[in-house]
Nanobody, 119 residues
């Protein structure tokens, strides 16, 4: 059974940092890409970042470029999202997801972790 388990969310002041983790299990993900999405109250879920597990090619939403960094630890089957210079508008539930590369449909999703940035 495939599982994506996020952790690392919390409350932080504007300008601060958090690192989210997504532990993946239940299958081999070497041919997958991993993504982070977020959903703020009353808003639609939006793409944040994506990384191809094999090769490490990354993609970012314009709103987070230069502030967020996505990375993987192959030995731990874990994907990270390092978030720096956080803003109140980054407040959302953050979700980890996986898609078979090079397709674009995310087929596995985690349960999410709350990130709250206070002003």
């Amino acid at each position: 059974q495939v599982q994506l388990v996020e952790s690392g969310g919390g409350l932080v002041q504007a300008g601060g940092s958090l690192r989210l983790s997504c532990a993946a299990s239940g299958r081999t993900f070497s041919s997958y890409a991993m993504g982070w999405f977020r959903q703020a109250p009353g808003k639609e879920r939006e793409f944040v970042a994506d990384i191809v597990w094999s090769g490490g090619k990354t993609y970012y939403a314009d709103s987070v470029k230069g502030r967020f960094t996505i990375s993987t630890d192959n030995a731990k089957n874990t994907v990270y999202l390092q978030m720096n210079s956080l803003k109140p508008e980054d407040t959302a539930v953050y979700y980890c997801a996986a898609r078979p590369s090079p397709t674009y449909e995310y087929v596995y999703w985690g349960q999410g972790t709350q990130v709250t940035v206070s002003s």
